[in-house]
Nanobody, 119 residues
Framework: QVQLVESGGGLVQAGRSLRLSCAASGRILIVNTMAWHRQAPGKQRELVAAIYSDESTNYADSVKGRFTISRDNARNTVYLQMNSLKPEDTAVYYC?????????????WGQGTQVTVSS
């Protein structure tokens, strides 16, 4: 059984920073891509940032220059440093990992953490 557990969300004023963490645990042999998605009320879930096994990264245009994704492979953990937050960043943020359990490659999702940015 694999679990992804996010932490670090909360309420913050515009212009401030937050750091999200997501730790994967359980039967994990290889972790390929790790990513953060978000879903605002009434909107579809969207990719925020992804980091691949070669450490290359990809960002949504709306967060480029403000957010930084990183990973600690020894801990199977991915981070999202969010700076210069805006009210439009308010959403539930979900961690995602594509990994190999020894039986199959599969996508796993965390339960989500709320980020609220006040103006």
């Amino acid at each position: 059984q694999v679990q992804l557990v996010e932490s670090g969300g909360g309420l913050v004023q515009a212009g401030r920073s937050l750091r999200l963490s997501c730790a994967a645990s359980g039967r994990i042999l290889i972790v390929n891509t790790m990513a953060w998605h978000r879903q605002a009320p009434g909107k579809q879930r969207e990719l925020v940032a992804a980091i691949y096994s070669d450490e290359s990264t990809n960002y949504a245009d709306s967060v480029k220059g403000r957010f930084t994704i990183s990973r600690d492979n020894a801990r199977n953990t991915v981070y999202l440093q969010m700076n210069s937050l805006k009210p439009e960043d308010t959403a539930v943020y979900y961690c995602n990992a594509y990994l190999y359990t020894g039986l199959e490659w599969r996508n796993y999702w965390g339960q989500g953490t709320q980020v609220t940015v006040s103006s």
